[in-house]
Structures are given as structure tokens and as C-alpha cells.
């Protein structure tokens, strides 16, 4: 599993569990769920780059729909609005991708 030694596996099931359903997804409440926000800033940069599969060091559009798939490969993709509402509350510089700090103020929010 792509977060063993970051994450718990009980943490990840219950935080995919929670937004299951389309619309449902708030990285808030995932991030806290998860157990990310109470993660070192070394644990939060590693999530960051097992989140980033393109390995460009930064996150984009098409990945974040993809997100919920990086914890669990059967979870599902975000919707467009669920992508787009992330993608907004994460991109500070408005450059449409989420780089590594931006991602660790985003888990911290």
C-alpha cells in the first residue's frame, strides 16, 4: 500500500467510507479523518508525492479527480464540482495546480 508507514489502513478505510457518496467529498473533514492533519510536515510531503503520480511536484486537476484512488484503488473519482471546490480551496497562486506547500496549508487548514 502506497501510504503504509504515513497512514493507518483502518484511518484510510473510514475516511473513504465517509464520502462514499458523489458530492459527499470535503478535504477538511477527509484530511482529519485520514489522520493527515495531525502528521508531521514529513509525513504530509510524503503523502504529497505518493498523491503526485506524475511526479511533476505538483498536483493537478486530473489527479485530484483521481485523489480518493491514490488512498484505495477502488474508491471512487471526485465529481467535477467536488475536483473543482478541492482544486480552488488548495491553489493559492491561482496556477492551477497545487504544489507542495500549498498542499501542506491545505492539510493544515
Do not use: H, W
Not at 473543482?84 to 492539510?107: N, R, S, Y
Amino acid at each position: 500500500m502506497a501510504f503504509a508507514g504515513v497512514l493507518k489502513d483502518a484511518d484510510i478505510a473510514a475516511a473513504l467510507d465517509a464520502c462514499k457518496a458523489a458530492d459527499s467529498f470535503n478535504y477538511k473533514t477527509f484530511f482529519a479523518k485520514v489522520g493527515l492533519s495531525a502528521k508531521s510536515p514529513e509525513d504530509i510531503k510524503k503523502a504529497f508525492f505518493i498523491i503526485d503520480q506524475d511526479k511533476s511536484g505538483f498536483i493537478e486537476e486530473d489527479e485530484l479527480k483521481l485523489f480518493l484512488q491514490t488512498f484505495s484503488a477502488g474508491a471512487r473519482a471526485l465529481t467535477d464540482a467536488e475536483t473543482k471546490a478541492f482544486l480552488k480551496a488548495g491553489d493559492a497562486d491561482g496556477d492551477g495546480m497545487i504544489g507542495v506547500d500549498e498542499f501542506a496549508v491545505l492539510v493544515k487548514a
